[in-house]
């Protein structure tokens, strides 16, 4: 064993040579990726470079994709999510994901935040789901906007709310990893910045990794940054990954310095 | 791709070279009326130190305006933020210029003494390493900083000499204690214009690599041990 494949335990994922296909057409090449624990790493490229097929590869969403199929490892705490023996929904409620364009269910706002610990045989009582409802709302820095209209539905709050709705939401089965794929992309301005606050409020508890088209984002909401391009055959390959700080001042691969000033394409 | 931003770019890059030659200039006039005693070309420094100061001003406008309209990044980045750096550099050499000038014009009414030979070789070192700081930016030559700091070295030498040759002559020649005191502010000037030619090597090592290098620092702790 190399002494990187030994020290697993200062990341929470660790990906190791990782291919993914949809059917005979690979889509990520070889990608090995250490994700630090309670730090942010954002995943950048340019469309169809497999950042997003990467992210879904963290918690298993590739597996409901027809004909879609990953080779190597994704390791949390030393365990291969890829292994027979792992319940996907397990993995799901550990790492969870927000995706790109806020989808609160056609519930209230109370219950769109109760629906995951229900649904995951929730034994409290109703005050106490009161109180984890009133946690997450905080946590996910909502509660101040929501707290009088918990019964209203959560389709009623604006854009950048229902996406805070989100988090909340995943924040509410526990998991450990929060992913988001482009979190902010059909937010306003206002709404990204406060997403991205909150993002760093929740670095200190979770694990966040995050996909975003906005470069800008990456530099300004991340820890560590992970530069995807598409090979010649049209798989995404991890060109560069380091502190995000260096990535973006003094970066390493002309290739990743082509992207970050512009000069790609 | 870009054009709107690369044109700036070159634009901000042309104005730094402008400024650059400018200064270079100035220092090479001040220098040849102190070698000739000679006023005009002294006065023309210090009418032109306001077109110097006025190109530090529009070289930091349109730097901050790259910054905010365009967002450069990585090396594109480091070029915008050194060049704010470089043209308040450049922006005290020319001070340094135009003090010497207004040392020459003050030496002219005092009775006639010869310059300590300290000088002419300062005057000239002084100017071959801004020369040099200068190319080395246009070229982003890595190794400019560790060259300069070399030159450096024998400048503070020779500046020391000239505080001796300063105070013998003021004890010996006590009709010249004026005209002697200019001339170590006149190598005053010359020991902090090589000082800052450094600076612009060290802020080219850092476009071109990414790198800070501290290596002064380091030359200062290794001078001391």
Redesign the interface.
Known sequence: MTEKQTDTAQYTLVVRNMNVYYGAFRAINNVSLNIERNKITALIGPSGCGKSTVLRSLNRMNDLVNGARVEGEVLFHEQNLYANDVDAVEVRRRIGMVFQKPNPFPKSIYDNIAFGPRINGWKGTKSEMDDLVERCLRQAALWDDVKDKLKESGLALSGGQQQRLCIARALAVEPEVILMDEPCSALDPISTLKIEELMMELRQRYTIAIVTHN??QA?RASDYTAFFLMNDQRAGELVEYGPTGDL????KDKR??DY?????? | MRERFLHALAELEGQIRDMGNRVALAVRDALWSLERNEPIFARQVIANDNVIDELRYQIETNALSVITRQQPMARDLRVVSMFLELASELERIGDYAEGIAELVIRCIELPQLAQPPQIKTMALKAQAMLRDALDALHNRDPQAAERLELSDDEIDGLYRETLAWTFATMRSQPDHVERAMYYLWIAHNLERIADRTINIGERTSFIATGIIDKHRLRKEEADKA
């Open positions: 470069m800008q530099a973006f001042t003094n970066p990743t310095e970050i000033t512009g000069r790609f394409g």
